[in-house]
């Protein structure tokens, strides 16, 4: 079973930053696309950022241009950088990944337990 375990959240002001680190572990290939979602409370869990092996990616338009995610293959760690956080940006953060890009981005194979951002104003 694949694991993958989310840290870095935390309390931060508006226009402030984070750095969210995935590790994931069990039976895993290398060559998974990776990515990121959020759910705040009362809210649809949204996509936010996702990657391939190569580092090709796409972003969310809400978080294009503030945010940015790169993986770490011998370390088998996914990254999303925060900036220019705005409350808006207030959720749990899921760490997800599947065999390729598109199914990362809409039906993740696996998640993580998430880890709390809040921004506040």
């Known amino acids: 079973q694949v694991q993958l375990v ?3 959240g935390g309390l931060v002001q508006a226009g402030g930053s984070l750095r969210l680190s995935c590790a994931a572990s069990g039976r895993t290939l290398s060559t998974y696309a990776m990515g990121w979602f959020r759910q705040a409370p009362g809210k649809e869990r949204e996509f936010v950022a996702a990657i391939r092996w190569s580092g090709s990616n796409t972003y969310a338009d809400s978080v294009k241009g503030r945010f940015t ?3 770490d293959n011998a370390k088998n760690t996914v ?8 409350p808006e940006d207030t959720a749990v953060y899921y760490c997800a990944a599947g065999a390729n890009i598109n199914v990362v ?3 993740p194979r696996y998640w993580g337990q ?3 951002v809040t921004v506040s104003s």
């Not at 990254?79 to 705005?86: I, M, W």
């Open 79 to 86: 990254y999303l950088q925060l900036n220019s956080l705005k």
């Open 6 to 8: 989310e840290s870095g």
């Open 114 to 116: 998430g880890t709390q």
């Open 105 to 107: 981005a809409t039906t």
């Open 69 to 71: 995610i790169s993986r």
